[in-house]
């Protein structure tokens, strides 16, 4: 019996790390080796030529060659970031109206989630595939119809001025109104999807104590639903926030020419000047700017928890 469950751990312990090194792998493969190929390009001289940048980093020329290519990588793509403002207004104003968009979207989607959570079990099903409906549609068509609603001539000011609430048609279309609006509907239900789960898994047994020893229902409410749904609208935020910063097709098809984002920033360096070496360099930066606050965050969770078990 021994040596028989002695040869079973190291089976289990095979499968525990092979079952570990899947993720990993998928890491590695997906965002890593992309990220280490980005960063290189960054590190590059633009040219005209195919690929558009210097060196190529060619690992089949030989150790003297590969030597000679790393000689060539410098840092000038990134101290020019610093000195043409464009690119840091682009980041500034691409993290204010994702947070922004943010925000709005946290307090549309809160209500739509705590109904969701408190309607009877067999309405939630439904409920939640009315959520994930507009996925079964094309993201890209879904930012068109916008264009058809918010026009000067569009759906919205027709039904406005058909009631009579305004006389003359509202200017919507191309403003950072028309793309927040474009956020809030596209990346609602990443924020909806978490915090109904953190609200369906909330124990009613601690409202109805509440209920018993007098508190009314709003100071349950703010006492102990909002502080344990926390943790859903942490994730949400996080869901709708990350992609939001580096938006292109919304500013571009719902934005005008005001509306200055790092993604259209970056698809003209990438596409219109075809300079890859400061396209790379301002993703580089977009990516060190949303994963480094979220290190440190989760960091600090992980601090808390092990402080307070």
């Known amino acids: ?3 028989a469950s002695g040869n079973s751990i190291p089976k289990r312990s095979l499968g525990g790390w092979a079952l570990i090194a899947v993720p990993y792998f998928w890491l590695f493969l997906f965002f890593l080796a992309p990220f280490f190929i980005v960063f290189k390009i960054s590190l590059s001289q633009v040219a005209i030529a195919i690929p558009p940048y210097f060196p190529t980093f060619d690992l089949g020329l030989g150790l003297d ?3 000679e290519d790393l000689k060539e990588f410098s840092v000038e793509n990134y101290l020019f970031l610093t000195e043409d403002d464009l690119y840091w207004k682009s980041y500034l104003s691409s993290v204010m109206i994702a ?9 549309v989607g809160y209500p739509i989630a705590y109904g969701m959570a408190r309607t009877p079990k067999k309405w939630r099903p439904t409920l939640l595939m009315l959520v994930i409906l507009p996925f ?3 993201f890209l068509i879904r930012v068109y119809a916008w264009i058809g609603i918010l026009k000067n001539e569009g759906l919205l000011n027709q039904l406005l001025l058909a009631l009579g609430v305004i006389d003359e048609p509202l200017v919507i279309l191309n403003t950072n109104i ?3 609006i474009g956020i809030v509907y596209s990346y609602l239900p990443f924020l909806v999807l978490p915090l109904y789960a953190s609200l369906e898994k909330l124990d009613e047994t601690l409202l109805e104590a509440a209920e ?3 508190c009314p229902p709003w100071l349950a409410f703010w006492k102990i639903t909002l502080p344990l749904s926390i943790p859903g609208m942490i994730a949400g935020c996080f869901l709708v926030f990350i992609p939001a910063v580096g938006e292109f097709v919304i500013p571009d098809l719902l934005g005008g020419s005001d509306t200055l984002m790092i993604g259209k920033t970056l698809w003209v360096e990438f596409f219109n000047n075809r300079d890859w070496p400061v396209s790379s360099a301002v993703a580089v930066i977009l990516l060190l700017i949303l994963v480094i606050p979220i290190v440190l965050f989760q960091n600090q969770q992980q601090k808390m928890s092990e402080r307070d078990g």
């Open 178 to 180: 028309a793309v927040y």
């Open 136 to 138: 079964w549609t094309s």
């Open 212 to 214: 018993d020893l007098g």
């Open 99 to 107: 947070g922004i968009s943010t925000f709005i979207t946290l307090l």
């Open 1 to 3: 019996m021994a040596s």
């Open 65 to 67: 060659n590969l030597i």
